[in-house]
Protein backbone atom coordinates (compact mmCIF):
# COMPACT_ATOMS: atom_id res chain seq x y z
CA UNK A 1 0.00 0.00 0.00
CA UNK A 2 1.27 3.48 -1.01
CA UNK A 3 1.62 5.44 1.87
CA UNK A 4 3.14 9.05 2.94
CA UNK A 5 3.65 10.08 6.65
CA UNK A 6 5.04 13.41 7.54
CA UNK A 7 6.51 14.04 10.79
CA UNK A 8 8.61 16.55 13.41
CA UNK A 9 5.94 19.44 13.57
CA UNK A 10 5.24 21.36 16.33
CA UNK A 11 5.50 24.76 18.27
CA UNK A 12 8.83 26.93 17.38
CA UNK A 13 9.24 30.75 18.74
CA UNK A 14 9.70 33.17 15.59
CA UNK A 15 12.86 32.79 14.08
CA UNK A 16 13.63 29.54 15.38
CA UNK A 17 13.91 26.58 12.79
CA UNK A 18 12.33 23.12 12.09
CA UNK A 19 13.34 19.82 9.85
CA UNK A 20 10.10 18.07 9.21
CA UNK A 21 10.69 14.51 7.79
CA UNK A 22 7.97 12.37 5.39
CA UNK A 23 8.47 8.91 5.42
CA UNK A 24 7.83 6.93 2.28
CA UNK A 25 6.19 3.31 1.40
CA UNK A 26 4.88 1.34 -1.45
CA UNK A 27 6.14 3.13 -4.09
CA UNK A 28 9.60 3.09 -6.03
CA UNK A 29 10.59 6.65 -3.96
CA UNK A 30 13.61 7.36 -5.45
CA UNK A 31 12.23 7.74 -8.92
CA UNK A 32 9.58 10.05 -7.14
CA UNK A 33 10.18 13.86 -7.34
CA UNK A 34 8.45 15.19 -4.12
CA UNK A 35 6.76 18.38 -3.27
CA UNK A 36 5.56 20.25 0.09
CA UNK A 37 2.98 22.14 0.30
CA UNK A 38 1.19 23.96 2.89
CA UNK A 39 -2.39 24.59 4.32
CA UNK A 40 -2.68 27.77 6.76
CA UNK A 41 -5.78 27.67 9.27
CA UNK A 42 -9.03 28.03 7.29
CA UNK A 43 -6.77 29.16 4.36
CA UNK A 44 -5.79 27.26 0.83
CA UNK A 45 -2.85 25.50 -0.09
CA UNK A 46 -0.07 26.79 -1.13
CA UNK A 47 3.11 25.33 -2.86
CA UNK A 48 6.57 25.29 -0.98
CA UNK A 49 9.00 23.39 -2.83
CA UNK A 50 10.26 20.59 -4.85
CA UNK A 51 13.14 18.08 -5.35
CA UNK A 52 13.32 16.13 -8.46
CA UNK A 53 14.86 12.48 -8.44
CA UNK A 54 18.76 11.87 -8.07
CA UNK A 55 18.99 11.02 -12.06
CA UNK A 56 17.73 14.55 -12.76
CA UNK A 57 20.85 16.16 -9.64
CA UNK A 58 17.82 16.14 -7.50
CA UNK A 59 17.59 19.95 -7.87
CA UNK A 60 15.31 21.74 -6.33
CA UNK A 61 12.78 24.94 -6.29
CA UNK A 62 11.27 27.13 -4.30
CA UNK A 63 8.34 29.25 -3.73
CA UNK A 64 9.53 32.80 -3.46
CA UNK A 65 8.54 33.42 0.24
CA UNK A 66 10.55 30.25 1.52
CA UNK A 67 13.39 30.50 -0.64
CA UNK A 68 16.57 31.34 1.22
CA UNK A 69 14.98 29.93 4.28
CA UNK A 70 13.58 26.57 3.60
CA UNK A 71 15.55 23.52 2.38
CA UNK A 72 14.34 20.65 1.07
CA UNK A 73 16.98 17.17 0.73
CA UNK A 74 15.92 13.42 0.65
CA UNK A 75 17.90 10.20 1.91
CA UNK A 76 16.72 7.38 -0.92
CA UNK A 77 18.22 4.44 1.17
CA UNK A 78 15.83 5.45 3.76
CA UNK A 79 12.70 6.37 1.61
CA UNK A 80 12.80 9.63 3.38
CA UNK A 81 11.77 13.15 2.54
CA UNK A 82 13.19 16.58 4.74
CA UNK A 83 12.13 20.01 4.84
CA UNK A 84 14.74 22.24 6.56
CA UNK A 85 12.91 25.33 7.83
CA UNK A 86 14.95 27.78 9.22
CA UNK A 87 14.03 31.57 10.22
CA UNK A 88 10.53 31.00 10.38
CA UNK A 89 8.29 33.51 10.52
CA UNK A 90 4.45 33.25 11.69
CA UNK A 91 3.05 33.50 7.96
CA UNK A 92 4.61 29.72 8.02
CA UNK A 93 2.00 28.38 10.52
CA UNK A 94 0.15 25.77 8.57
CA UNK A 95 -0.45 21.64 8.12
CA UNK A 96 2.90 20.74 5.65
CA UNK A 97 2.19 17.94 3.37
CA UNK A 98 4.24 16.37 1.17
CA UNK A 99 2.72 14.80 -1.97
CA UNK A 100 3.72 13.25 -5.16
CA UNK A 101 2.25 11.51 -8.34
CA UNK A 102 1.76 7.68 -8.88
CA UNK A 103 2.47 8.52 -12.59
CA UNK A 104 5.97 9.72 -13.73
CA UNK A 105 4.11 12.41 -16.31
CA UNK A 106 2.61 14.22 -13.96
CA UNK A 107 5.06 14.89 -10.47
CA UNK A 108 4.38 19.13 -11.42
CA UNK A 109 0.97 18.89 -11.50
CA UNK A 110 -0.95 15.84 -10.71
CA UNK A 111 -0.66 15.13 -6.82
CA UNK A 112 -2.18 11.95 -6.21
CA UNK A 113 -0.64 10.74 -3.20
CA UNK A 114 -0.90 12.42 0.29
CA UNK A 115 0.49 12.19 3.53
CA UNK A 116 -1.66 13.17 6.25
CA UNK A 117 0.41 16.41 7.47
CA UNK A 118 1.89 17.94 10.08
CA UNK A 119 1.11 20.71 11.68
CA UNK A 120 3.96 23.75 12.28
CA UNK A 121 3.08 26.42 14.56
CA UNK A 122 4.89 29.33 14.56
CA UNK A 123 4.77 31.64 18.06
CA UNK A 124 6.09 33.12 20.78
CA UNK B 1 -4.77 36.62 -2.53
CA UNK B 2 -4.89 33.21 -4.16
CA UNK B 3 -3.21 32.82 -7.04
CA UNK B 4 -6.19 31.35 -8.91
CA UNK B 5 -9.69 32.54 -8.43
CA UNK B 6 -12.76 30.11 -7.07
CA UNK B 7 -16.24 31.06 -5.42
CA UNK B 8 -16.00 30.95 -2.26
CA UNK B 9 -19.21 28.80 -1.88
CA UNK B 10 -21.70 26.67 -4.08
CA UNK B 11 -24.56 24.68 -3.60
CA UNK B 12 -26.84 22.33 -4.92
CA UNK B 13 -29.68 19.87 -4.12
CA UNK B 14 -29.32 16.10 -4.25
CA UNK B 15 -29.37 14.69 -8.00
CA UNK B 16 -28.49 18.55 -9.48
CA UNK B 17 -25.23 19.29 -10.96
CA UNK B 18 -23.03 22.15 -10.28
CA UNK B 19 -20.01 23.55 -11.51
CA UNK B 20 -17.38 25.42 -10.09
CA UNK B 21 -14.64 27.41 -12.10
CA UNK B 22 -11.51 28.55 -11.42
CA UNK B 23 -9.92 31.12 -13.15
CA UNK B 24 -6.43 32.26 -13.82
CA UNK B 25 -3.86 33.81 -16.28
CA UNK B 26 -2.32 32.89 -19.44
CA UNK B 27 0.76 31.52 -17.62
CA UNK B 28 -1.18 29.00 -15.58
CA UNK B 29 -4.73 27.68 -16.43
CA UNK B 30 -4.63 28.99 -19.90
CA UNK B 31 -1.45 28.36 -21.22
CA UNK B 32 -1.04 24.33 -20.33
CA UNK B 33 -3.41 21.44 -20.04
CA UNK B 34 -2.28 20.93 -16.88
CA UNK B 35 -5.05 21.71 -14.39
CA UNK B 36 -6.28 19.44 -11.63
CA UNK B 37 -8.88 19.52 -9.29
CA UNK B 38 -8.97 17.94 -5.45
CA UNK B 39 -11.63 17.02 -2.95
CA UNK B 40 -11.23 17.60 0.24
CA UNK B 41 -13.37 16.71 3.49
CA UNK B 42 -12.60 18.66 7.11
CA UNK B 43 -9.68 17.20 8.42
CA UNK B 44 -8.78 14.58 5.55
CA UNK B 45 -5.84 14.83 3.24
CA UNK B 46 -7.17 16.28 -0.28
CA UNK B 47 -7.83 13.60 -3.07
CA UNK B 48 -7.07 14.43 -6.47
CA UNK B 49 -10.20 14.04 -8.75
CA UNK B 50 -9.57 15.06 -11.99
CA UNK B 51 -6.24 15.89 -13.52
CA UNK B 52 -4.86 17.20 -17.03
CA UNK B 53 -8.24 19.63 -17.52
CA UNK B 54 -10.83 16.21 -17.74
CA UNK B 55 -8.80 13.19 -16.88
CA UNK B 56 -9.96 11.27 -13.81
CA UNK B 57 -7.93 8.78 -11.90
CA UNK B 58 -8.96 5.16 -11.66
CA UNK B 59 -11.94 4.74 -8.95
CA UNK B 60 -13.03 8.44 -9.36
CA UNK B 61 -16.76 8.63 -10.02
CA UNK B 62 -18.03 9.51 -13.71
CA UNK B 63 -19.95 12.12 -11.92
CA UNK B 64 -16.82 14.67 -11.82
CA UNK B 65 -15.78 16.32 -15.01
CA UNK B 66 -13.66 18.90 -16.03
CA UNK B 67 -13.30 21.14 -18.82
CA UNK B 68 -11.32 24.76 -19.38
CA UNK B 69 -12.03 27.24 -22.04
CA UNK B 70 -8.97 30.23 -22.07
CA UNK B 71 -8.18 31.01 -19.04
CA UNK B 72 -10.73 29.29 -16.84
CA UNK B 73 -11.07 25.76 -15.88
CA UNK B 74 -14.06 24.08 -14.53
CA UNK B 75 -15.67 20.94 -12.56
CA UNK B 76 -18.76 19.74 -12.57
CA UNK B 77 -20.23 17.00 -10.79
CA UNK B 78 -23.57 15.42 -11.84
CA UNK B 79 -25.90 14.07 -9.50
CA UNK B 80 -24.93 15.58 -6.42
CA UNK B 81 -24.61 13.68 -3.35
CA UNK B 82 -24.56 14.12 0.03
CA UNK B 83 -20.71 12.53 0.21
CA UNK B 84 -20.65 15.34 -2.74
CA UNK B 85 -20.16 18.29 0.50
CA UNK B 86 -16.59 19.03 0.89
CA UNK B 87 -13.88 21.78 -0.46
CA UNK B 88 -12.79 22.05 -3.67
CA UNK B 89 -9.78 23.52 -5.55
CA UNK B 90 -7.99 24.04 -8.07
CA UNK B 91 -4.60 24.00 -9.36
CA UNK B 92 -2.67 24.53 -12.47
CA UNK B 93 1.26 24.16 -14.15
CA UNK B 94 2.51 28.10 -14.20
CA UNK B 95 5.83 29.62 -15.51
CA UNK B 96 7.69 31.46 -13.34
CA UNK B 97 9.06 30.59 -9.89
CA UNK B 98 6.54 29.01 -8.69
CA UNK B 99 5.61 25.90 -10.57
CA UNK B 100 1.99 25.27 -9.58
CA UNK B 101 -0.13 27.65 -8.28
CA UNK B 102 -3.55 26.75 -6.49
CA UNK B 103 -7.20 28.18 -6.59
CA UNK B 104 -8.13 29.12 -2.67
CA UNK B 105 -11.12 26.45 -2.23
CA UNK B 106 -14.91 26.08 -3.38
CA UNK B 107 -17.14 24.66 -0.39
CA UNK B 108 -20.08 22.76 -2.04
CA UNK B 109 -22.62 22.39 0.27
CA UNK B 110 -25.17 19.67 -0.81
CA UNK B 111 -28.68 21.11 0.12
Known amino acids: EVHLEESGGGLVKPGGSLRLSCAASGFTFSNAWMTWVRQAPGKGLEWVGR??????????DFAAPVRGRFTISRDDSKNTLFLQMNSLKSEDTAVYFCITSSRSCCYDDAFDLWGQGTMVTVSS | QSALTQPASVSGSPGQSITISCTGT?????????VSWYQQHPGKAPKLIIYHVNDRPSGVSNRFSGSKSGNTASLTISGLQSEDEADYFCTSYTTGITLVVFGGGTKLTVL
Open chain 1, 51 to 60: IKDRSQGATT
Open chain 2, 26 to 34: SSDVGGYNL
